[in-house]
């Protein structure tokens, strides 16, 4: 894997002041599935409202999350749904698997400058995630769905909208994110790129397009550990 054994040093990150993290896959590893659970109920969602069966669900659920980048997106184009009612049951989840990182919040805390959660999800669930880890009060702000007028990550436009109301200067800002194409804008705008990959790569609930691979341009670091990979870029080595 591309950059996974290059590890970061204070140095690559000393121009940063603004560190901006996705929330599911992300802020929490991949084996923790939380994002599991949301998914099940998205595809029960899409059945319910369609009266398919759910494999068909599934289907057409993951065709609107590759094409519009979000299930919601899908939804609300194409069937013209109600997305605080979708957001409420897609996140009818239980926050208990999520352990508590008193090793990450340290990290976050001692990070120097900004930091922000800008996810696909809601605000809720990203509190709720959060709250869980340990780590919600290290935290200036929550850029939510909502937020973006539920136009989604990779949209170019949902960045700005991001940069402009933070007046986050991406020259001095780092992203991390678990999906490659979430960092094709952070990257062309500057911003330092940190992919976060599953522990032995192993993408259980990921679609082929969704995992990394060797030709990722857009990802400057790639990590299976994002606390071991804030605590060592804050050492002084």
């Known amino acids: 894997m591309k950059n996974l054994d290059r590890l970061p040093t204070k140095a690559d990150f000393a121009h940063v002041t603004d560190w901006v993290f996705d929330l599911d896959n992300t802020l929490y590893p991949h084996h ?3 994002f599991s659970q949301i998914d099940r109920n998205m595809t029960a969602y899409v059945a319910a409202l ?3 069966d759910p494999v068909e669900a599934k289907v057409l659920q993951k065709q609107y999350y590759r094409d519009h980048g979000t299930t919601l997106q899908g939804l609300m184009l194409h069937h013209g749904i109600d997305p605080n009612d979708f957001l409420e049951k897609a996140h009818a989840i239980d926050y208990e698997v999520v352990p508590a990182d008193p090793a990450l919040g340290e990290a976050i805390k001692t990070l120097p400058g900004r930091k922000f959660i800008f996810t ?6 990203a509190e709720m995630t959060a709250r869980r880890l340990g780590i919600l009060d290290h935290f200036d702000d929550i ?7 539920f136009v989604p990550k990779p949209a170019g436009d949902t960045y700005d909208k991001f940069m402009s109301l933070h007046r986050v200067d991406t020259k001095h800002a780092a992203m991390f994110e678990d999906l490659p194409r979430n960092l094709v804008v952070p990257k062309a705008l500057g911003m330092k790129t940190v992919l976060l990959v599953p522990r032995n790569f192993e993408y259980e609930f990921a679609e082929a397009w969704e995992k990394s691979s060797d030709t990722d341009e857009q990802a400057d670091f790639v ?4 606390t071991g990979f804030l605590t060592r870029l804050l050492q002084d080595k």
């Open 223 to 226: 990590t299976e550990d994002l």
């Open 120 to 125: 696909n999800g809601s605000v809720k669930h």
């Open 143 to 149: 850029f939510d769905i909502v937020a973006a007028d």
């Open 50 to 52: 369609l009266t398919l």
């Open 32 to 34: 923790v599935n939380l």
